[in-house]
């Protein structure tokens, strides 16, 4: 039986175990670390999936901000990784917990963004496009910067991605 539990529910070594099976020693060198970078996980939109006991998924969401070319400071959230042990793929524990994700992120009237694969998040309403013009602190293709916005928030075309170090630790209102 697989089960949602908060982060801490786990070490934090076995989270980062399970993102080293998942995603290769050198993950740290990818641009998304260096996005969110100094800031910590938002406790109501990160967890880990259970599996009769054992760690079989995470997944992490972190306060971001999108600096426009006028100055604004947008506030966002970055979702990933989404990370599932090698012995549970396919079994529908990724879409879950991005399932999961999104409905909080909805609750919350949130707008979220991701470096992904457009074919697998686009059902749970990433979208290429809107973000292909922001700039991130290394390289990504832009067609993997996914937007998901909330409501008729809207977006700028243009601007920077980096850390709100401000926002970091806070949880989301119910």
């Known amino acids: 039986m697989n089960t949602l539990?908060?982060?801490?529910?786990v070490s934090p070594d076995a989270i980062e175990t399970l993102l080293d099976l998942a995603f290769g020693a050198d993950r740290l060198s990818r641009t998304a670390y260096a996005v969110r970078a100094g800031t910590e996980p938002v406790g109501d939109?990160?967890?880990?999936?259970?599996?009769?006991?054992?760690?079989?998924?995470s997944l992490q969401s972190w306060p971001i901000r999108l600096e426009t070319p006028y100055g604004?400071?947008?506030?966002?959230?970055?979702?990933?990784?989404?990370?599932?042990?090698?012995?549970h793929q396919n079994q529908g524990i990724g879409k879950h917990m991005t399932r999961?994700?999104?409905?909080?992120?909805?609750?919350?009237?949130?707008?979220?963004?991701?470096i992904g694969d457009p074919d697998y998040y686009e059902p749970f309403g990433f979208r290429p496009g809107p973000a292909g013009g922001w700039t991130l602190p290394g390289p990504v293709e832009p067609h993997r910067i996914l937007l998901r916005i909330?409501?008729?928030?809207?977006?700028?075309?243009?601007?920077?991605?980096?850390?709100?170090?401000?926002?970091?630790?806070?949880?989301l209102p119910n």
């Open 45 to 57: 939109l990160s967890f880990v999936t259970l599996a009769d006991g054992s760690l079989a998924g």
């Open 72 to 87: 604004q400071h947008r506030p966002l959230v970055m979702v990933g990784p989404v990370a599932v042990h090698p012995g």
């Open 100 to 114: 999961v994700v999104t409905q909080r992120l909805d609750l919350a009237g949130r707008s979220a963004m991701m």
């Open 5 to 9: 539990q908060p982060l801490s529910a």
């Open 150 to 171: 909330a409501g008729s928030d809207d977006w700028p075309a243009e601007g920077r991605l980096g850390p709100d170090l401000l926002r970091s630790g806070e949880g």
